[in-house]
């Protein structure tokens, strides 16, 4: 593997793992959004 692709996985890594963070978070407050919907 070329030396570039190898210095750039870490942060691509690192990426993946924020948007899946991100997603997660997203979801939690649509669904507590809907939640409060409800209540009001």
Same mark, same amino acid.
């Given at each position: 593997?070329?030396?570039?692709?190898?210095?750039?996985?870490?942060? $691509? $890594?690192?990426? !993946?793992? @924020? !948007?899946?963070? !991100? *997603? $997660?978070?997203?979801?939690?407050?649509?669904?507590? $959004?809907?939640?409060? @919907? *409800?209540?009001?």
């Amino acid at each position: 593997m070329p030396k570039s692709l190898v210095a750039h996985a870490p942060d $691509t $890594t690192m990426d !993946i793992e @924020r !948007i899946n963070s !991100i *997603g $997660t978070l997203l979801a939690d407050l649509s669904e507590r $959004t809907q939640q409060l @919907r *409800g209540y009001l």
